[in-house]
């Protein structure tokens, strides 16, 4: 089974960090994100090959990763020439891909039993897998209810708290699944998944209550970095 990393943004929410180092090269403890990430995936047995997309400053991603000899995985690079958006991005690894396989983002640290959710996805026989996680915020403003008309105010609900599964950016996928993101588009996953569940194709939900940390803005990088370098104080 094969692995697909999605390492070719810009990350702008993250400058000026990501000026001179790519999102998933920023480092957390003594290593870059993206090794975390290539750790994990090598606990499950029957993987072989990680692919990673690049583009914004890949030659810093290569240099450090290699053909993968020295982390014990053969790795390999999808290029593209400008940066994609997920879909688009993912779509660059078509042709390197021979069958069902796994896909993530690569601005996130994943800490999940990743084994049981592609035997869930198997046995299942689905189209695509989505990780989702459990999340609770408060919203910043209170909101106001009004009547059908909209003229009478009938309730006020001061800064209420919402909860539901976001997305996680960990899937399984067949691959016949890269057949519906268009060639050389900057199209997010969001509007092909989107497109499958129009299709009415399965899509399984593998729902986690913890082991998902996301990287995609300064105060969750720094929240990590912090976490990562305590953890790494008391070895």
Same mark, same amino acid.
């Given at each position: !089974?094969?692995?697909?990393?999605?390492? @070719?943004?810009?990350?702008?929410?993250?400058?000026? =960090? #990501?000026?001179?180092?790519?999102?998933?090269?920023?480092?957390?403890?003594?290593?870059?994100?993206?090794?975390?990430?290539?750790?994990?995936?090598?606990?499950?047995?029957n993987i072989d090959?990680?692919?990673? +997309?690049?583009? %914004?400053?890949?030659?810093?991603?290569?240099? %450090?990763?290699?053909?993968?000899?020295?982390?014990?995985?053969?790795? #390999?690079?999808?290029?593209?020439?400008?940066?994609?958006?997920?879909? @688009?991005?993912?779509?660059?690894?078509?042709? !390197?891909? *021979?069958?069902?396989?796994? +896909?993530?983002?690569?601005?996130?640290?994943?800490?999940?039993?990743?084994?049981?959710?592609?035997?869930?996805?198997?046995?299942?026989?689905?189209?695509?897998?989505?990780a989702l996680m459990? %999340?609770? #915020?408060?919203?910043?403003?209170?909101?106001?209810?009004? *009547?059908?008309?909209?003229? /009478?105010?009938?309730?006020?609900?001061?800064?209420? &708290?919402?909860? @539901?599964?976001? *997305?996680?950016? +960990? %899937? /399984?996928?067949?691959? &016949?699944?890269?057949? !519906?993101?268009?060639?050389?588009? #900057?199209?997010?996953?969001?509007?092909?998944?989107?497109?499958?569940?129009?299709?009415?194709?399965?899509?399984?939900?593998?729902?986690?209550?913890? @082991?998902?940390?996301?990287?995609?803005?300064?105060?969750? =990088?720094?929240?990590?970095?912090?976490?990562?370098?305590?953890?790494?104080?008391?070895?």
């Amino acid at each position: !089974m094969q692995a697909v990393i999605l390492a @070719g943004g810009l990350g702008t929410r993250l400058q000026p =960090y #990501t000026f001179f180092i790519p999102k998933p090269m920023l480092p957390l403890g003594n290593k870059p994100l993206l090794e975390y990430l290539i750790d994990w995936i090598k606990k499950l047995k029957n993987i072989d090959e990680v692919i990673i +997309c690049v583009s %914004y400053l890949h030659r810093t991603i290569e240099d %450090y990763f290699e053909d993968g000899g020295r982390f014990g995985m053969k790795i #390999t690079y999808a290029h593209s020439e400008r940066p994609l958006a997920t879909g @688009g991005q993912l779509k660059t690894a078509e042709k !390197m891909l *021979n069958d069902r396989f796994i +896909c993530l983002y690569g601005d996130s640290v994943y800490d999940f039993n990743l084994e049981k959710m592609v035997k869930g996805h198997e046995k299942s026989k689905a189209f695509l897998s989505m990780a989702l996680m459990k %999340y609770k #915020t408060r919203l910043k403003y209170g909101f106001i209810d009004t *009547n059908d008309k909209g003229n /009478i105010v009938t309730a006020w609900r001061e800064k209420p &708290e919402v909860e @539901g599964l976001i *997305n996680i950016g +960990c %899937y /399984i996928m067949e691959k &016949e699944f890269l057949r !519906m993101i268009p060639k050389s588009s #900057t199209i997010g996953m969001d509007k092909i998944v989107k497109d499958v569940i129009t299709q009415k194709k399965k899509v399984n939900a593998y729902t986690i209550a913890s @082991g998902f940390i996301d990287i995609g803005d300064k105060r969750s =990088y720094l929240d990590a970095y912090k976490k990562y370098m305590k953890k790494l104080g008391s070895i």
